[in-house]
């Protein structure tokens, strides 16, 4: 294994592993040098975690924090008459595809004996840090907007973090952390470039389930993007590896009330500027500048993909009949079948491919939505 660094995504900049750090001396986000794709021999099959593709991480970590993250079914379904893949990412140890960031993030963040993280989260990614910061050994502080989901809140506290709750918006968090992070170390999973080496396995695991193949095109509901980046890492390193001969087609689907990876694919980087933003019941997805907004674009463009916008409305009737055939998902994730649906429509999917559409929440995270929208049948 090559001695990897990071390397600010901006200037170039290098950085050595051994200093703990999340962000670049300019506040700029960080990457990794170039990281070699695995073969299918590199692959440790007695793991049943994301750790079966360890080879592929940028250094070794010894002693993993794993609570048997990853191997979750790929599992064909028709929504709508749009045949697909659909990864069920909710059959994870806290419910959401966040815990293949959160290992391995928190994994390193041990070996480089930290000992108190701070974290801001609307839920997911906060549950996902405060579980594995349990399992680390690690103390966690969570901030999360105090209208954040309730159950959310409450999986959160189960583990033995320490909640901040703070009144207004999802920026006013970040802000909030950010202050926080001046004595604790922040473990942000937006910022952290191992959480993105933990998500790439999603992007491994679907090449092993497809017999090591790519799929042609990924559908994945959109906020930070941390599984868009994390599936365009790992293809783009099997590509380099010469273990596939192209790059699937990777999609974005955003509600309408949150969608500026949709705005600015379609309308350019400018559009952000005259972006109106309103509340979703898809609240995972409702970051209004993500941190590595240019470069998921660039995903996007390099793939051939794009973006599509779902309503309120389409996502709530997207995530109960997702429930009536047996996908009891968040309605974050919904969106990801009705995007399915609008791309096959449009002619940017052809329903012959091989299409993967992700899931990446349990409908456990939104227990308040379905008590609000499922009517009793008597």
């Not at 962000?23 to 040098?33: A, G, I, V």
């Not at 959160?102 to 974290?119: D, G, R």
């Not at 596939?244 to 955003?254: G, R």
Request: with cysteine.
């Amino acid at each position: 294994m090559r001695k990897a660094f990071l390397v600010d995504e901006n200037s170039g900049e290098k950085y050595s592993l051994s200093e703990p750090r999340w962000c670049s001396d300019t506040k700029s986000p960080l990457n990794f040098s170039e990281v070699k794709g695995i073969t299918p021999d590199l692959i440790k099959s007695a793991e049943k975690s994301i750790w079966r593709y360890k080879s592929a991480f940028p250094c070794k970590i010894p002693e993993p924090v794993s609570l048997g993250e990853g191997c979750t079914p790929l599992v064909p379904f028709s929504f709508r008459e749009r045949r697909a893949l659909f990864k069920l990412e909710w059959f994870s140890p806290t419910g959401s595809f966040k815990d293949r960031g959160a290992s391995v993030m928190m994994s390193f963040l041990k070996q480089q004996n930290i000992k108190e993280v701070v974290e801001d989260s609307s839920g997911n990614g906060g549950a996902a840090i405060a579980a594995y910061g349990a399992a680390a050994g690690i103390s966690v502080n969570i901030v999360t907007p105090s209208n954040a989901s309730a159950p959310k809140i409450s999986q959160i506290k189960a583990y033995g973090a320490k909640v901040h709750l703070v009144p207004g918006s999802r920026e006013e968090t970040e802000q909030a952390a950010l202050e926080m992070a001046k004595s604790v170390f922040y473990a942000s999973h937006n910022w952290h470039p191992f959480f993105l080496q933990g998500t790439k396995t999603l992007g491994y695991e679907l090449w092993e389930d497809l017999n090591f193949k790519a799929p042609d095109n990924i559908i994945i509901p959109t906020g930070a993007g941390s599984n868009v980046l994390g599936c365009y890492i790992a293809f783009k390193e099997l590509l380099a590896a010469k273990q596939i001969t192209k790059l699937p087609k990777i999609f974005v689907v955003q509600p309408k009330n949150c969608c500026p990876i949709v705005a600015c694919f379609q309308h350019g980087i400018q559009a952000l500027d005259n972006l109106n933003f309103s509340k979703t019941i898809a609240e995972g997805t409702a970051i209004k500048k993500p941190i590595r907004l240019e470069t998921i674009l660039n995903v996007l463009k390099t793939t051939k993909g794009g973006a599509v916008e779902v309503s309120e409305e389409e996502i709530l009737e997207g995530t109960l009949e997702l429930s009536r055939h047996g996908f009891f998902v968040e309605p974050t994730c919904a969106s990801a079948a009705v995007g399915l649906e609008k791309l096959c429509t449009r002619n940017l999917v052809d329903p012959n491919d091989t299409t993967v559409v992700i899931l990446t929440g349990s409908g456990l995270k939104s227990s308040d939505f379905f008590i609000e929208n499922v009517k009793s049948e008597v």
